[in-house]
C-alpha cells in the first residue's frame, strides 16, 4: 500500500479528509498532530508530535517513502521548510499545501483566478489576522521554491471560506448559535458585499482528485463554488434550512462597528474567487450552497444534542 501524510489532520477540513480517504483502500494513512483531538480509527497511523519539535519528528516519523504529503497547517514559510528538512523532498512523490484565497491582493478585476496579484505585504487593517494571508502566500512560494529545486511535485490548493461539518470557526456557528436561541440577528442594512464559499465536503474531494494527479502537479488552484453568497442571501438559506422566520435587524455599517457586532464576513468588500479550473482536472460539481448548509445545520443539531 502507499503511503500517505496528513500533517495536522483532525480538525476541520483535514478530519474530513481522512474520514474521506478511508473510503479510498490504496493508501496506508499516518497522521501527524499534537493529539489534542485524536482520530481513533484503527486504520489510521496517528503520530502525536508538535511539527515544530524537530527532533521529535525526526524520532517519530517512520523511515519510509511518501506517495503524498498533505500539509493543513503551515502558516509560515519555516514551516515548509523545517517540514523537509525532516522528510527528503526525494522520497515525497507530492506535497499538497492547503493555503487559502487570502493570498490575492485587492483587485477590481473580479472573480479572482489563479494568476490574479498576491500580497506583497501584512494587511494591518486586519488587526491580530494582518500577517495570516501574507505568511500563507511566502509558505506557498517557499514550497515552490524547494520543490523545483529538490525535483519534487507540488499542489497548492486555495480554498475560499469553508463551512461545514467540524468548523472549529465561528462562521455559520455564529448565525446557528443565534437562530437557536431565537435571538435577533444584525446585518449590514442595504449591503452589497459578496462572498464565495466553498464546503468542506468539495476540499476533500478536490484534495482526493489531486492525489497522484500529475495534470495538479506545480500548480495552484483555487477551490470555490461557483454562487456567490451575501448577508441577505445568507439569511434567506438559513430561513430555508432551519425552518424558521428569523429576527432580522438591518443596521449601517457605522452602527454594527460601534457595537462590536462579530459578524463573520467583510461588511463592504467583495471576496469572489473563481473555482473553474480545478475543475479542468478533477471531474466533480461543487455542492449547493442550499444543500451543503443544510448538511452542516444537521452536524451541527446532532454536536449540540439538538437532534
Known amino acids: ?19 474521506e480517504l478511508l473510503k479510498e483502500k490504496d493508501y496506508s494513512i499516518y497522521v501527524l498532530n499534537r493529539g489534542n483531538i485524536p482520530i481513533r480509527r484503527e486504520e489510521v497511523k496517528e503520530i502525536v508530535c508538535d511539527r515544530h519539535d524537530l527532533d521529535e519528528m525526526r524520532r517519530l516519523l517512520p523511515d519510509i517513502d511518501w506517495c503524498v504529503v498533505v500539509d493543513f497547517c503551515a502558516y509560515a514559510p519555516e514551516d515548509i521548510s523545517s517540514t ?16 487559502t484565497c487570502s493570498v490575492y491582493s485587492r483587485t477590481s478585476e473580479l472573480p479572482m483566478r489563479e494568476e490574479a496579484p498576491k500580497l506583497t505585504g501584512a494587511q494591518p487593517e486586519l488587526g491580530p489576522f494582518a500577517d495570516y494571508g501574507f505568511n500563507k502566500r511566502r509558505a506557498e512560494l517557499e514550497l515552490e521554491n524547494l520543490a523545483l529545486e529538490h525535483g519534487m511535485p507540488f499542489t497548492s490548493i486555495r480554498p475560499a471560506f469553508i463551512y461545514g461539518k467540524y468548523n472549529y470557526a465561528p462562521r455559520e456557528s455564529y448565525f446557528f448559535d443565534l437562530i437557536v436561541k431565537g435571538e435577533p440577528i444584525s446585518i449590514p442594512k442595504d449591503n452589497l458585499a459578496l462572498f464565495s464559499f466553498v464546503s468542506v465536503w468539495d476540499v476533500a474531494r478536490i484534495i482526493l482528485g489531486c492525489l497522484e494527479n500529475k495534470e495538479s502537479f506545480n500548480r ?4 470555490s463554488a461557483e454562487e456567490l453568497l451575501s ?8 430561513e430555508m434550512i432551519t425552518g424558521k422566520e428569523l429576527l432580522i435587524q438591518e443596521k449601517t455599517i457605522e452602527e454594527i462597528e460601534k457595537s462590536q457586532i ?6 463592504d468588500e467583495h471576496l469572489i474567487y473563481s473555482g473553474t479550473l480545478i475543475r479542468s482536472i478533477v471531474d466533480f460539481t461543487y455542492t449547493p ?14 454536536g449540540h444534542g439538538l437532534s
Not at 462579530?262 to 461588511?267: D, G, H
Open 84 to 99: 523537509l528538512s525532516v522528510l527528503p523532498a526525494d522520497r515525497i512523490g507530492q506535497y499538497i499545501y492547503i493555503s
Open 1 to 19: 500500500m502507499k503511503n500517505i501524510l496528513i500533517i495536522g489532520g483532525s480538525y476541520f477540513a483535514g478530519r474530513v479528509f481522512v474520514e
Open 262 to 267: 462579530p459578524l463573520p464576513f467583510p461588511l
Open 220 to 223: 495552484a488552484f483555487n477551490a
Open 289 to 302: 450552497f442550499v444543500d451543503g448548509m443544510g448538511e452542516t445545520y444537521r452536524y451541527y443539531r446532532i
Open 231 to 238: 448577508y441577505r442571501r445568507l439569511m434567506d438559506v438559513f
